[in-house]
């Protein structure tokens, strides 16, 4: 392979820790019914996961919506945190004790590129630091194992604070950055987009919230966008995605406002390629899409 630090393949993967407690892995306390409701996506999950199989890879970097840092772009730069992650929402379903190892060499090459670039940034030195339920949720999901480093970057509010096209330009400009630091450290980097698609949700919970009867999306308003996005993922217009983000996350109430697709769909340099889906379903309403963009079996396609 003639390209010894890229990006692998992006991914997002959406992180409701639903589809944890639902998998009933040892590291988190609640048991769950395995009554069903979120089938479709253990299943695009598990599909996923087949597909990554064949894929090498170094280190998972993942944009998460739940750190979120009021100034600024941070990153996780202490080399190992454990501790247990608990949802403040949903305290019932997720309690997860957590064991991660952190590259922080790559970290500090995303960080040093993104300051030099002219963002806002700062590491995360803390060795008490509770890592976010989303960065957890989906690095369990596509790697059960976590026997690999990772990265984990947090969302800055400039969305919240200025306008949705101000947000995604800043995550055009961190992509870029990320994009950068891979290179220059010859990694071979999954990237993660951990974000779910709509996002307007049931605030009221069923006695089992793994009920199926009880699961399904919002409104048409929300499945006609998430449809609209997944389509132009599957015809390679992941430019076209990013132009119209500001209103797709104005008017689908997305979770894309906090950035993680933006970054990733420039950290890609804005593929051309058909991803993949492996599977969409809704979670208390919300609209979750498990996707790839499996650019090495690009790569080699066209023999680079
Ligand atoms: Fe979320």
């Known amino acids: 392979m003639s390209h010894p630090g890229r990006i692998v393949a992006g991914v997002l993967s959406p992180h409701p820790p639903h589809l944890i407690y639902a998998s009933n892995p040892e590291q988190n306390e609640p048991r769950s019914s395995q009554a069903g409701a979120w089938n479709g996506l253990l299943d695009g999950y598990e599909k996923l996961r087949a597909e990554l199989a064949s894929v090498d890879y170094d280190v998972l970097i ?5 750190w979120k840092t009021h100034t600024g772009h941070h990153f996780l730069g202490v080399p190992h945190f454990e501790g247990k992650s608990v949802d403040p929402v949903f305290p019932n379903l997720f309690r997860y004790n957590f064991r991660l190892d952190v590259d922080v060499e790559l970290s500090e090459a995303i ?11 700062r590491m995360m030195r803390n060795p008490e630091f509770r890592v976010d339920y989303g960065t957890i949720t989906s690095c369990h999901l596509v790697h059960p194992a976590l026997n690999k480093p990772v990265v984990a970057i947090s969302s800055a509010r400039t969305a919240f604070d200025y ?6 330009q800043e995550m055009l400009a961190l992509g870029q950055a990320t994009r950068r630091a891979i290179a220059a450290t010859g990694r071979r980097a999954l990237c993660l987009a951990s974000n779910s698609l709509s996002h307007r949700h049931f605030t009221e919970e069923p006695e089992d919230p793994e009920d199926p009867a009880f699961e399904h999306a919002y409104n048409a ?3 006609a966008w998430d449809r609209h996005i997944l389509a132009l993922m599957r015809a390679g217009e992941s430019r076209r995605i990013f132009d119209e983000m500001p209103d797709y996350t104005e008017q689908c109430v997305a979770e894309t406002k906090d950035g993680c697709l933006s970054w990733l ?7 051309t390629m058909a991803a993949k889906l492996h599977g ?5 309403g919300t609209g979750n899409a498990v996707v790839s963009w499996n650019l090495d079996a690009a790569r080699e396609e066209v023999g680079v």
């Open 221 to 223: 308003n929300q499945t």
């Open 265 to 271: 769909l420039a950290a890609m340099d804005f593929p």
């Open 62 to 66: 993942v944009h998460t919506p739940h």
């Open 111 to 121: 960080h040093d590129e993104a300051e030099a670039a002219g963002l806002s940034t």
């Open 280 to 284: 969409y379903g809704t979670v208390i």
């Open 163 to 168: 306008s949705n096209a101000a947000g995604d």
